[in-house]
């Protein structure tokens, strides 16, 4: 809270993930996020645990009116943040990726926010578009924070590609899920899969990312 109002104008995008909330953290993300849309920089919420408690929910609501570019969120969290009924466990999904693609696009019309639902296989929509990503692997839920981590690196390709956000998310889960695939073939659990997915990322190029992504219009 102290400074997000001198740091936020020196990035180019901004990431708010409400993972362990509290007002001394709300205030500062209410802070950042404000001074992102001063600024002009896109800015993206990931909704931790939305559904779980009455005070995310409220919170989730006031940084809504803040204007994220992009919400990247697991299937529950979309439906808790489109007001729908949702099934998660925490910060676990517990709800098909398909149920909340309607959720989605209503958040997305409704809201300036690109919505990203993620799973086995992702949904992103703007709200008139819509894709799916299929890259990934069954490890990845295993290791806790990796959504928060995909987060932070959709923010990273909306401040690169702020032209078309929809595309930029798209490239980021592509991105996430393909170097999620590379580190499976060399890992032996969700310890040195967490290790080898930050090498695999750093290791990425366009045009791995060009051959390996697996994306189709929905
Ligand atoms: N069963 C699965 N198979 C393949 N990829 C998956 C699977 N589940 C999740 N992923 C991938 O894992 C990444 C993180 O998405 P996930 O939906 O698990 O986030 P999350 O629930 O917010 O995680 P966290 O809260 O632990 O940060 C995404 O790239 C997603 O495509
Ligand atoms: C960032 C964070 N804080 C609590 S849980 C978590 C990761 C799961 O979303
Ligand atoms: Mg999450």
């Given at each position: 809270a102290e400074e997000t109002l001198e740091f936020t104008p020196l990035a180019q995008a901004l990431s708010i993930n409400i993972g362990t909330p509290s007002p001394h953290w709300a205030a500062g993300m209410k802070a950042a996020a404000g001074a992102a849309r001063a600024a002009g920089l896109p800015w993206v919420l990931d909704p931790v645990a939305v559904g779980a408690t009455s005070y995310r929910q409220a919170l989730c609501g006031d940084l809504l009116a803040l204007e994220p570019a992009v919400i990247r969120g697991n299937a529950s969290e979309i439906l808790a943040l489109a007001g729908a009924a949702a099934r998660g466990k925490g910060a676990d999904s517990a709800d098909p990726v398909e149920a909340a693609e309607a959720a989605a696009r209503a958040l997305a019309q409704r809201s300036w926010a690109v919505v990203a639902v993620t799973g086995p296989v992702d949904y992103v929509t703007d709200g008139t578009r819509a894709w799916r990503v299929h890259n990934?692997?069954?490890?990845?839920?295993?290791?806790?924070a990796l959504g928060c981590s995909l987060t932070a690196l959709v923010a990273a390709f909306v401040a690169v590609e702020a032209a078309d956000r929809a595309e930029a998310t798209v490239a980021a889960l592509a991105c996430f899920g393909l170097a999620g695939e590379i580190a499976a073939?060399?890992?032996?659990?969700p310890g040195s899969f967490a290790v080898a997915l930050i090498d695999a990322l750093h290791a990425m190029t366009p045009e791995a990312l060009d051959l390996g992504a697996r994306v189709e219009p929905s």
């Open positions: 990934g692997d069954p490890m990845m839920p295993k290791v806790t073939r060399g890992a032996s659990g």
